[in-house]
C-alpha cells in the first residue's frame, strides 16, 4: 500500500514530510518502509527505513496522541505533489484556484496520454491570475 510520510524523520536520506513509500513489513512497533523511485538511482540503504510511533500532544489538552507518522497515499494534493514524477496524475478540476496549480499538475507526468481530467467540462477558463498561499 503507498504511504505518505506526513513529518521529517531522517533529512539526510530524504525521509521527508510528503516522501512516498510503501509497507514492506509491519511488526508491533515498527512499519518497514520502501521508498518509492520511480528511477530506481537511490542507494538500496537509503530505500529501507523503519519507522515507529510518535507521540503528540493535542493542543488545548492534556492528551497526547500516539500514531506512526504515515497516511494512505492512493492520492496526493498538488501542493504535496510539487517536484515529483508521478507515472498517472487525475486532475479534478472544479476547484482549481490558479493557472499555475493546473501548471504543477499537469507537469507532474512525462507523457501528456498520463494526464486524465474530471470535473468541470473543458475547456477550462481560470479568472484568477494570482495565488494564494492556502497553508499560510
Known sequence: MPVMLIQNLNVSLGWVNGTIATIFEIDEDNIGLKKYDDNNDTDENEQLYWIQRISRQVAGTSYA?????ILPAFASTIHKAQSATIDCVGIFLDNMLTHGQLYVAMSRVKKASDLHFFGAP??????RKYGVNVDA
Open 65 to 69: 496522541r500516539t500514531q506512526f507518522p
Open 122 to 127: 473543458l475547456p477550462l477558463q481560470i479568472t
